[in-house]
Every structure is written in structure tokens, then in C-alpha cells.
T-cell receptor, first 115, second 112 residues
Framework: GAGVSQSPSNKVTEKGKDVELRCDPI?????LYWYRQSLGQGLEFLIY????????KSGLPSDRFSAERTGGSVSTLTIQRTQQEDSAVYLC?????????????FGPGTRLTVT | LAKTTQPISMDSYEGQEVNITCSHN???????ITWYQQFPSQGPRFIIQ???TKVTNEVASLFIPADRKSSTLSLPRVSLSDTAVYYC?????????????FGKGTKLSVIP
């Protein structure tokens, strides 16, 4: 079946604008994760969904960041009033469930550039 | 949260065995250890996962000592295509704790 897909693949936006990043997880995967990867850096955990609920939002860097997941499937990460430091690759991953022993499948990422 | 520490980079010649060690001194009882591989402009890809002792699959082995404060990813007979960044991940889905911690990654360069 299809893997995790993300859109858009690239997004260039002006400072102060809002952006929405979309993630389509693998069908049947109940757990969904968002990460951020700045140039040459490791992965920074942002938020985790189990179904439609997000038990842990503590990784979101500021209140300009929010995420939702509807129907236990598609997730949207929204960044309001973008800043240049938001420029990074935003990666989404899904896994079959949240139990220990999970394997996360990553999408190709959305490269966000804030000018 | 279990913080992880890995070497920043490693070089190896083709055909050699490569061992990458990750330190995770504060690993919790419920935490699993997972390794991912990432090529440029791609998302990370699962390699192997373990809880204790040794795990082996078709691409790698994972060695975890009894105290679980470190783990070693072993790649047998590496090729040029193994040049990538390797991440050590420690995390669990225990109640109240869904935080996942990636190390900064080890950039492996395989030399012909």
C-alpha cells in the first residue's frame, strides 16, 4: 500500500504569514507524529496523536504552532505568523499503534522556507 | 526523558563492519531502543529495534548490555550505499509519557 505522504513538498512563505502542512498517514495506523528537522540537525519531536487526540503537545515550540487530526487519519500542522526560525523540514510519521515495539514510517517531509 | 549521545561522524571502508554506539544513561524501564537511517532529502527509515540483549535482522544487529545504558548498532560489510545519518531513538508509550528522543545522529561515510 501507499506510504506516508505529505504536502506540499516545498513551501516558501513570507514572514508573518500562516502556513498549513498536511500529512496522510498509512491507512490503519492509529499513531501519528510530527517532527521538525533544521538544516544539518537531528529530529525534534513536536507532537504525537493517538487517534484524534494529542496526549502530548509539549514539543510544540510556541503557541504559534498547532496541529489537529480528524477522522483518525489526515493531520494538519499549522504555523501562524511564521518567523524565519521556523524554516526547516517538517516530517510526519505514522505507526500501527502506540504500544511498545512500534515502528514509525516517515513521509518525505515538507521543506518550509520563511523569507 | 532519556537523552541519547552518539558520535557525530564515522568513516569506514567498504566491506568493513561498522559499530555505532549510542549512550542513554537515563533509559526508563519501558523504553525501547530503535535505530533509523536517513539519506539526504528523505525521511528516516527504520533499521532495527530492541529491548535487551541482541537482536538481528537482515540488515543489522543491535547489541544491548544488561544495564541498557548504551546500545551498539552493527552494520556488517558496509557498502557505499550505507553512507547516511544513523539515529538512535529511545522511547516508550508508557502511560503519561509519549515523548520520543532522537540523538543528533551519526553521519557514516563509507569510503571506496
Amino acid at each position: 500500500g501507499a506510504g506516508v505522504s505529505q504536502s506540499p513538498s516545498n513551501k516558501v512563505t513570507e514572514k508573518g504569514k500562516d502556513v498549513e502542512l498536511r500529512c496522510d498517514p498509512i491507512s490503519g495506523h492509529t499513531a501519528l507524529y510530527w517532527y521538525r528537522q533544521s538544516l544539518g540537525q537531528g529530529l525534534e519531536f513536536l507532537i504525537y496523536f493517538q487517534g484524534n487526540s494529542a496526549p502530548d503537545k509539549s514539543g510544540l515550540p510556541s503557541d504559534r504552532f498547532s496541529a489537529e487530526r480528524t477522522g483518525g487519519s489526515v493531520s494538519t500542522l499549522t504555523i501562524q505568523r511564521t518567523q524565519q526560525e521556523d524554516s526547516a523540514v517538517y516530517l510526519c510519521a505514522s505507526s500501527l499503534d502506540r504500544s511498545a515495539g512500534y515502528e514509525q514510517y516517515f513521509g518525505p517531509g515538507t521543506r518550509l522556507t520563511v523569507t | 526523558l532519556a537523552k541519547t549521545t552518539q558520535p557525530i561522524s564515522m568513516d569506514s571502508y567498504e566491506g568493513q563492519e561498522v559499530n555505532i554506539t549510542c549512550s542513554h544513561n537515563n533509559i526508563a524501564t519501558n523504553d525501547y531502543i530503535t535505530w533509523y537511517q536517513q539519506f539526504p532529502s528523505q525521511g528516516p527509515r527504520f533499521i532495527i529495534q530492541g529491548y535487551k540483549t541482541k537482536v538481528t535482522n537482515e540488515v543489522a544487529s543491535l547489541f544491548i548490555p544488561a544495564d541498557r545504558k548504551s546500545s551498539t548498532l552493527s552494520l556488517p560489510r558496509v557498502s557505499l550505499s550505507d553512507t547516511a545519518v544513523y539515529y538512535c531513538l529511545v522511547g516508550s508509550s508508557g502511560a503519561g509519557s509519549y515523548q520520543l528522543t532522537f540523538g543528533k545522529g551519526t553521519k557514516l561515510s563509507v569510503i571506496p
